[in-house]
Every structure is written in structure tokens, then in C-alpha cells.
């Protein structure tokens, strides 16, 4: 399933490239990845105009003009493809060849024909899903309640981190992290790379930490996930950003997938353990419990 900042790399991308341009027609194969009442896509899909996409955790929400909104959730397989009338192309999500090949193809689950263009959601697993919601509904669906703040937004202060994570503070820190109803969006990969850039093993119980590595890990999370942003995400995951490219954000990894190699900061072997059933990445002098 992809991080935050793969998500965010999606959103951006499709943002640069469909919002402002009209839906003229909506096709599918899938009824459970496209669970929509046929009326309602005739009535408030097909024929309104893109008017903005935002990014909740890990969902994608594409608001139209005739308020309601398309919620998407790519899971494993998912991807969003564009091919535009003049040649252009992009491509978003599981890198397979289905991002450059001829669509539709076996993996198309809903294709919307755009004004300038088409845009394929694809699925080889059939795990993701579209969803057409009146808008004001978006923010009280179930998974929308249990949902975490989000860390890249201003309201998210050293405060309310600390307020978050200790709603489980005999809990290692690492699945609090993971925890979506604790914080939106956090994943193995960066949750790895915070607990090492601050030292912290992820083990220790939240109660555990003191202060100033409590200070320290507010500080990195926001650190790598904004890299990581930058980077267009990790190259190791599923995802790839809006023009077809593996995100490069692993090549500046410190920790994750980097068993048995020098620690960036004391020269120590990288090692691979669990924690809370999940393979973790540490360095064992650095990130002592």
C-alpha cells in the first residue's frame, strides 16, 4: 500500500494535468472497484468539470463541479493512466507495463473519457476502488472519521504529535506511527527513516522517550516526508510519479533496505529486525534502547 508521499506525488501530477477539463463519458468492468449508482454517474459524473484534487492519508479525492467528488484508493495495484489527444502521456501508480503500453488492457477497471483525453484507473489485483460521493459526505465516511491529523499540515504542531502518540504510550513507538488513526499516511519506509535520523530504537515504548527525542522525531518525521515529496517518493514501492519515473527518494534512504551496510553516522552494520510483525531497519549503536 503507498505512503504519504507517493500519494502526494500522484495528486500533484494528476492536479497538473486534469483539473479544469470536463468527464464526457465513464466506463467500467469492475462493479466492486466502481461501487457507484448508475443514475447518479449519468446525473453528476459524466459531463462535470474537475474543479480540484486533494489527498486524505492515502486516498485521492477528485472534487467536481456539480459537488460531488470521486474518492479513489489505489491500494496494492492501482494506477491512475493519462493519455491526452496530442501524445501526451503519464502515468501513476504500480510500475507495470500497463503504464506505457497500448489501454485498455486485462488490468483497466474504469476508464473516464476527459475532454482532451483518458484517464484509466487500473487494478491487476482488483483491490482498489472508485467511489462517487456528494461532497459534504466525503469527510464522514468511516475511514475519514478514523483517520489521523495530517502531519505536512500547518495545525500539526510539536503539540498535537506528542498528544497523538501518547494516546498509546505503552506501546512501541513503531506501530503507533503505522497506527493511521494515530497519524495519516505513515508507512514502513519513512517511519524507519524518522526513528533513525533521531535516534530512537523502535522498540522503546512512547512513555519511554525522553523529551528531547520526542522533539527530535516531530522534526524528522516532517524532514523525510517532505524529501521524500521531493524526490517523488521511494523507488522501492509500487509507485511512481505523474510522468512515469521511479520516485528517487531511496537513493538518500539511511537505513531502510540497507542491511549490512555502514551506518551514515558511526560506521556500524545496518541490521534488519521485527518489530510489531513488521521488518525494521536499525542501527544498533545508534539507536539504542
Not at 472519521?145 to 495530517?150: C, D, L, N
Not at 498528544?163 to 495519516?184: G, M, W, Y
Request: glycine share 8%.
Amino acid at each position: 500500500m503507498p505512503e504519504l508521499p507517493e500519494v502526494e506525488t500522484v495528486r500533484r501530477g494528476l492536479a497538473d494535468i486534469i483539473v479544469g477539463h470536463r468527464i464526457t463519458n465513464v466506463s467500467h468492468d469492475w462493479p466492486k472497484g466502481f461501487p457507484n449508482d448508475a443514475t447518479q454517474v449519468a446525473t453528476f459524473l459524466v459531463g462535470a468539470t474537475i474543479a480540484s484534487i486533494e489527498r486524505r492519508a492515502k486516498v485521492l479525492i477528485i472534487n467536481l463541479n456539480t459537488n460531488y467528488s470521486l474518492v479513489i484508493h489505489l491500494k496494492m495495484t492501482g494506477q491512475l493512466v493519462f493519455r491526452g489527444k496530442h501524445g501526451q502521456k503519464f502515468g501513476a501508480g504500480h510500475p507495470s507495463d500497463s503504464l506505457v503500453g497500448d489501454l485498455p488492457d486485462k488490468s483497466t477497471r474504469v476508464i473516464f473519457t476527459l475532454d482532451h483525453g483518458t484517464l484509466f484507473f487500473n487494478d491487476q489485483r482488483k483491490f482498489g476502488w472508485v467511489k462517487l460521493l456528494p461532497t459534504p459526505e466525503v469527510s464522514h465516511i468511516d475511514f475519514m472519521q478514523k483517520v489521523g491529523p495530517e502531519p505536512l499540515e500547518p495545525g500539526f504542531t510539536y503539540k498535537v504529535f506528542k498528544e497523538r502518540l501518547f494516546k498509546r504510550s505503552k506501546s512501541a513507538i513503531k506501530p503507533v506511527l503505522l497506527d493511521q488513526t494515530i497519524i495519516a499516511g505513515m508507512g514502513n519506509i519513512y517511519t524507519d527513516e524518522s526513528l533513525f535520523a533521531a535516534k530512537i530504537h523502535p522498540s522503546t515504548r512512547v512513555m519511554d522517550i525522553p523529551e528531547l527525542k520526542l522533539k527530535a522525531l516531530y522534526k524528522e518525521l516532517l524532514a523525510v516526508l517532505l524529501l521524500s515529496i521531493e524526490k517523488g517518493g521511494s523507488s522501492d514501492r509500487n509507485y511512481v510519479n505523474a510522468e512515469g519515473k521511479k520516485g528517487s527518494y531511496l537513493t538518500f534512504a539511511q537505513v531502510y533496505k540497507r542491511k549490512g551496510l555502514p551506518c551514515p553516522r558511526c560506521g556500524t552494520p545496518i541490521e534488519r529486525i521485527v518489530v510489531a510483525g513488521r521488518g525494521t531497519h536499525i542501527c544498533p549503536y545508534c539507536q539504542v534502547m
